[in-house]
């Protein structure tokens, strides 16, 4: 049942929620001098818990959209949800308890971490659930308007609302230094997103998902995402020199590198399964940049 519910919701990425909360509330250690272990924990829990919540309750309504049946039937294409739905390894009414009990477990660590660091921790809370819903739920369907609405929840949910949030838990305050680190891990998580697209836009196409791959084409989306990964490593450039990070964290940059390669690699037009490489690409470079902005913050608070 464990190895079920890990492929379920995803669990493998969740390090692109967990990399953010670590990174705030070592922004709160390293700036202020504070950090609470016992509310990093919980802040870490909650924030998994609604990650997956997150997954799951995507995969949910995608199914109901007809999104992955679509998918599932466009020649090329590469399904991305974990298929428990359309292959009927869960029933539709476990898959919806076990989505609603992660938000059950994120809600209750919100409510108990607004009582140590105050209510502005349920606006975090809130926010992120907000997004997480509708991104593919209706009426608002953030991941079906192709005017990059959905980008924007992204890079809120996975960037700014976790890393701010996990900086606010520790301090009950607001930083400006907090909302400029979350910018590299949130465009990288916002570019692992926009590129997973690229594996069954076809698919979306039929099921009336207009993401901006969909609504650009493939050309035009291939250079907006090399946009997105330039202002990735720019606004950690950014950061430096606005003193949220210290000057050696210029040793992320090389992770860049090996993405940028794969680009390389691709035509105006490609087969699903050329995007691949670059998907695998996109998420290597989001955890090892997080990973040695974590690092640099570790040394940074050690050496004061």
């Known amino acids: 049942m464990l190895k079920q519910f890990m492929k379920a919701s995803r669990f493998k990425v969740i390090p692109v929620m967990l990399i953010p909360v670590v990174l705030g509330a070592l922004g709160a250690f390293v700036w202020v001098g504070q950090f609470r272990p016992i509310l990093f924990v919980l802040t870490l829990i909650g924030a998994g818990a609604a990650h997956l919540f997150s997954n799951m309750i995507n995969d949910l309504w995608d199914y109901y959209n007809g999104t992955d049946d679509a998918a599932k039937g466009t020649e090329g294409a590469i399904s991305t949800n974990s298929g428990f739905l359309t292959n009927g390894t869960w029933s539709i009414g476990v898959f919806k308890m076990i989505t609603w009990l992660l938000f059950f477990i994120a809600a209750l660590c919100g409510i108990i971490l607004s009582l140590f660091s105050g209510w502005a921790v349920l606006m975090f809370g809130l926010a992120g659930a907000f997004i997480a819903y509708f991104y593919v739920a209706p009426p608002i369907r953030f991941g079906y308007r192709g005017k990059g ?39 990288l998580t916002t570019l692992i997103l926009f590129n997973h697209h690229f594996l069954h836009w076809e698919g979306d196409r039929q099921a009336g998902k207009r993401t901006l791959v969909v609504v650009w084409g493939e050309k035009r989306a291939l250079v907006f995402s090399r946009v997105l990964l330039f202002l990735a490593y720019l606004s950690l450039v950014v950061g430096i020199v606005f003193k949220a990070l210290p000057v050696y964290a210029l040793i992320a940059l090389p992770t860049a590198i090996p993405l940028y390669i794969v680009y390389g690699r691709l035509n105006e037009h490609n087969k699903s399964v050329a995007y691949l490489p670059l998907m ?20 940074q608070g050690a050496l004061q």
Do not use: H, N, W
């Open 149 to 187: 609405y959905s980008e924007l929840a992204i890079l809120l949910a996975f960037g700014v609302l976790p890393v701010v949030g996990a900086y606010y838990v520790q301090t009950s305050a607001l930083d400006y230094r907090a909302l400029l680190l979350s910018l590299p891990i949130g465009l």
């Open 280 to 299: 695998g690409a996109s998420l290597k470079a989001t955890m090892r940049c997080g990973l040695v902005l974590i690092a640099v913050l570790i040394i």
